[in-house]
């Protein structure tokens, strides 16, 4: 079984691949692909305030 991170990293924010992927709602796939980079955007502001 493939997991978000596994269909994120090989497809990337597409959503209908995600979600064919997973066996997920393209809503839900979608909700999934926002968070992740919400994350990943803050980590990288985070990253780059300590470094100020």
Not at 4 to 21: C, H, L, M, N, Q
Not at 23 to 41: F, H, K
């Amino acid at each position: 079984m493939t997991t978000f991170i596994e269909a994120f990293t090989k497809y990337g924010p597409d959503v209908e691949r995600i979600a064919a992927a997973l066996g997920i709602p393209a809503p839900e796939a979608d909700r999934l692909v926002s968070r992740e980079m919400d994350r990943r955007y803050h980590a990288r502001i985070r990253g780059e305030r300590r470094r100020a």
